[in-house]
């Protein structure tokens, strides 16, 4: 017991919520307060009687007691205070083995991802979902792919998620080097470079039946072959679930230097449907592939993360090392108490003799 209450060296002492250090300011200003109320009381009776009367009446008051008791309940209150601070010491560092799946983001950044039939546009309402996904990993790891007329890389495989976030905010059409959109190319880059895959091995040899794509896109393709590639993903064990997002005819917004509302051509506006068909079929020729129809509708993806993903086959992801500190609340919460308890038993008047 005594061990387990000795004096913390200062770079292991640690606050569990240090926002609650801003209530220490409680015990100065109830000091003051107090003050103040003791010496307006002070004022208003030398005010109503005389100096010898006043001493008459307030003979059996004890002004050293008001003050001590005073102190005792500021003190009281701030070791409150510290106590909701979590103060916490005592290092305990512990390995942890991660097991997950590795998941990429396969998003189409065209833009026909731009049209409106969904609020705000297309891109950014999956923004949102994808976020929603990011938030409920448990373990695992994941990357972005971004796509339009190529796909670019924008972030690898991994467990930070303020740094997943980061790259989902910065999805745009800018985020693609040129216009266009290519499922196919995107889906082979992602085989290739962020899940390290050979397709030219011996399929058995290269086989890794723990990772995931979520291809976000309205299914409108510019013959890069994506069903072949949906095939060579699944022959190395990549799942393919594939959102398809938009509804039929939406327009599609033109760029600032275009003029004009929605892009043209011939002299017609330019309109973006969900080519749900070419999904369907991209998902089914991968391995245990699903083809999810949003449409202009909405979808969870963390439901999607817990249904299809969190409860599928799982591979060691490393081992993550992470410190605790021991909840002391005890040596700030027992003078609290103590404290209190003391300023309660003190009475504010003069023993008589």
Do not use: C
Not at 302 to 310: A, F, G, N, P, T
Request: charged fraction near 25%.
């Amino acid at each position: 017991m005594l061990a387990n209450l000795s004096i913390p060296a200062l770079d292991q002492f640690n606050l569990g919520a240090p926002v609650w250090l801003h209530a220490l300011w409680i015990a100065p200003v109830l000091m003051l307060m107090l003050s103040m109320s003791f010496l307006r009381t002070r004022r208003l009776l030398t005010r109503l009687a005389d100096p010898v009367m006043l001493a008459r009446l307030t003979s059996s008051v004890s002004w050293p007691r008001r003050w001590v008791k005073a102190v005792l309940l500021s003190l009281g209150a701030g070791a409150l205070a510290l106590t909701l601070t979590q103060p916490q010491w005592g290092e305990q560092s512990r390995s942890v083995e991660r097991r997950g799946r590795d998941i990429v983001f396969v998003v189409d950044v065209s833009r026909s991802m731009l049209a409106q039939d969904l609020a705000p546009n297309r891109l950014e309402r999956a923004k949102v979902w994808m976020k929603d996904l990011v938030n409920a990993l448990d373990g695992d790891r994941a990357g972005v792919v971004a796509f339009a007329g190529a796909p670019v890389v924008r972030s690898p495989l991994t467990m930070d998620r303020d740094f997943l976030s980061l790259a989902i905010d910065e999805l745009s059409p800018d985020a693609a080097p040129r216009g266009g959109t290519l499922i196919g190319d995107a889906i082979r880059k992602t085989i290739s470079q962020v899940f390290a895959l050979d397709p030219d091995k011996d399929v058995n040899d290269a086989r890794s039946p723990y990772r995931d794509i979520i291809l976000i896109t309205d299914g409108e393709d510019q013959d890069s072959f994506p069903v072949e590639a949906a095939r060579a993903a699944g022959d190395l064990g990549v799942r393919i679930i594939a959102i398809g997002i938009g509804g039929s005819g939406a327009p599609v917004p033109a760029r600032e230097d275009e003029g004009g509302r929605y892009q043209t051509s011939e002299g017609h506006v330019v309109r973006t449907s969900l080519n749900a068909e070419a999904l369907g079929e991209i998902a089914a020729a991968s391995d245990a592939g699903v083809f999810l129809n949003v449409g202009d509708g909405t979808i969870s993806l963390d439901e999607v993360y817990k249904d299809l993903i969190s409860s599928a086959e799982q591979t060691d992801q490393g081992v993550s090392e992470f410190t605790r500190f021991t909840d002391r609340f005890v040596w700030t919460l027992i003078p609290a108490i103590v404290l209190l308890v003391v300023e309660s038993l003190i009475g504010q008047r003069r023993r008589r003799r």
